[in-house]
Nanobody
Framework: QVQLVESGGASVQAGGSLKLSCVASGYISGRRGMGWYRQAPGKERSLVSYLSDDGTTTDDDSVKGRFTISQDNGKNTLYLQMNNLKTEDTAMYYC?????????????WGSGTQVTVSS
């Protein structure tokens, strides 16, 4: 089993910065990547930024140039540096890890960390 624990969420003013962290524990083989997703009240959960284990990143258009995803060398901690935050970035942010085992894709999720951006 894999456990993911997010931290770093806070309340900030627009234009501010935050850095989210996600620590992964437990191990199973076949990880394909990790990413950050967010869900605002009344909206569906959506991708913010994803980092494949081959180093490829995928960012939602709304965060390009403002958010940066990264990983520590041991690949056990995932980060999301968020700059120039906007009120529309307010959401619960979730960390996810994607694995492929025997041709099946499984995702593991953390419980989330709240980011609130005020004007």
């Amino acid at each position: 089993q894999v456990q993911l624990v997010e931290s770093g969420g806070a309340s900030v003013q627009a234009g501010g910065s935050l850095k989210l962290s996600c620590v992964a524990s437990g191990y199973i083989s076949g990880r394909r990547g990790m990413g950050w997703y967010r869900q605002a009240p009344g909206k569906e959960r959506s991708l913010v930024s994803y980092l494949s284990d081959d180093g490829t990143t995928t960012d939602d258009d709304s965060v390009k140039g403002r958010f940066t995803i990264s990983q520590d060398n041991g690949k056990n901690t995932l980060y999301l540096q968020m700059n120039n935050l906007k009120t529309e970035d307010t959401a619960m942010y979730y960390c996810a890890a994607v694995y492929e085992t025997g041709g099946l894709i499984n995702s593991y999720w953390g419980s989330g960390t709240q980011v609130t951006v005020s004007s």
